[in-house]
């Protein structure tokens, strides 16, 4: 995919992306081969079509579903390489990526072949794609704050490689606070904090993150707008927001990109980045997605630098390396 110099290709960081949202129809289909296992689609094309998503529940019933083509720790492996590939064409030279370790447990893939996989893609990610990464292990928030739990102390042999928690699948319905306990336990444990607030769900959710949750950045965090005071408290704080256009485009939280609010967020003082979310599904890596801000935004070359340069600020960087990858 041929992105624009002055625009996609940037030097970038990228903050909000599931390494599970990267898998490729045909990596999918290879990986379905490759483990016996049957995809209830004909073809790479057939899967492609079922990518019209109502909402994000109705997303995430395919995107769970589709995972079911990762068994080994060399899936793991492939998965992330050809991330980090794609990422690597787009500009991209840090990368902190999200994974569900639950939805890999509860098909019976221990969370070691899921952590060991990732890192051994990530470990050669600087000498083969020039790309640092850092790793956010997610709690699905639609399941049990016990199965939260069960999973932090699950992953304890492997905090290593962990720097971060962070919290997402389905949002309405599951406020922050019922985190409040594992997120308590990851900060004893030295883990920093993310969430998903404010992509569905009502902007008390991000207050909620920050206030009880304690999180140092808000994945999405959109509807934020709703709420004046909110935004106000965002810019003072300088909260970073890890906004994902395209996927709220294809979710449906906004109707048409033209529609979509980031110049008004970043001209109230947000301090706002642009990411993929969940690339393979929503139509393009954070490349794609800084040239279609844009094309359909108007954005100019000095906003795309000061969302690139957001980017770094609000990366899991030492000052050091921050400015050695700028
Ligand atoms: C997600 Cl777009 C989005 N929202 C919440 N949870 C997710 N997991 C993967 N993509
Ligand atoms: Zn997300």
Same mark, same amino acid.
């Given at each position: 995919?041929?992105?624009?110099?002055?625009?996609?290709?940037?030097?970038?960081?990228? *903050? %909000?992306?599931?390494?599970?949202?990267?898998?490729?129809? @045909?990596?999918?289909?290879?990986? #379905? $081969?490759?483990? /016996? =296992? &049957?995809?209830?689609?004909?073809?790479?094309?057939?899967?492609?079509?079922?990518?019209?998503?109502?909402?994000?529940?109705?997303?995430?019933?395919?995107?769970?579903?589709?995972?079911?083509? *990762? %068994?080994?720790?060399?899936?793991?492996?492939?998965?992330? @390489?050809?991330?980090?590939?794609? #990422? $690597?064409?787009? /500009? =991209? &030279?840090?990368?902190?990526?999200?994974?569900?370790?639950?939805?890999?447990?509860?098909?019976?893939?221990?969370?070691?072949?899921?952590?060991?996989?990732?890192?051994?893609?990530?470990?050669?990610?600087?000498?083969?794609?020039?790309?640092?990464?850092?790793?956010?292990?997610?709690?699905?928030?639609?399941?049990?704050?016990?199965?939260?739990?069960?999973?932090?102390?699950?992953?304890?042999?492997?905090?290593?490689?962990?720097?971060?928690?962070?919290?997402?699948?389905?949002?309405?319905?599951?406020?922050p606070a019922k985190f409040r306990e594992v997120y308590e336990a990851a900060a004893a444990l030295g883990l920093r904090r993310v969430a998903h607030a404010g992509e569905e769900g009502p902007p008390a959710y991000i207050t909620e993150a920050l206030d009880v949750l304690g999180v140092e950045r808000i994945d999405h965090g959109l509807t934020c707008m709703q709420d004046p005071g909110l935004v106000d408290r965002l810019v003072r704080e300088r909260i970073p927001l890890t906004l994902c256009p395209l996927s709220n485009v294809r979710l449906r939280a906004v109707d048409v990109l033209e529609d979509h609010p980031l110049p008004q967020m970043m001209a109230a003082g947000l301090l706002c980045t642009v990411n993929s979310d969940d690339p393979a599904y929503f139509g393009g890596y954070v490349g794609d997605t800084y040239h279609a801000v844009h094309e359909a935004l108007g954005l100019d070359e000095e906003q795309l630098r000061a969302l690139a340069r957001n980017s770094f600020t609000a990366a899991f960087l030492d000052d050091d390396e921050e400015r050695r990858r700028r």
């Open positions: 995919q041929p992105t624009d110099r002055t625009t996609g290709n940037l030097p970038k960081a990228e *903050l %909000h992306l599931h390494i599970e949202g990267t898998l490729e129809p @045909d990596l999918a289909f290879t990986l #379905a $081969a490759r483990n /016996g =296992v &049957r995809l209830p689609y004909a073809d790479t094309e057939e899967l492609r079509r079922a990518y019209l998503f109502e909402d994000l529940q109705s997303f995430l019933d395919l995107y769970y579903g589709l995972m079911a083509v *990762l %068994h080994t720790e060399q899936d793991f492996e492939d998965l992330a @390489d050809a991330y980090l590939a794609r #990422a $690597a064409a787009q /500009g =991209v &030279r840090h990368a902190e990526i999200f994974f569900d370790p639950q939805a890999h447990t509860a098909r019976g893939i221990p969370i070691a072949t899921v952590v060991e996989g990732l890192s051994r893609a990530l470990e050669r990610s600087e000498e083969r794609h020039g790309i640092s990464t850092r790793l956010i292990m997610c709690f699905l928030r639609d399941q049990s704050a016990e199965s939260a739990l069960a999973t932090l102390e699950a992953a304890r042999p492997h905090l290593h490689r962990i720097t971060a928690v962070g919290l997402d699948s389905a949002e309405v319905g599951h406020p």
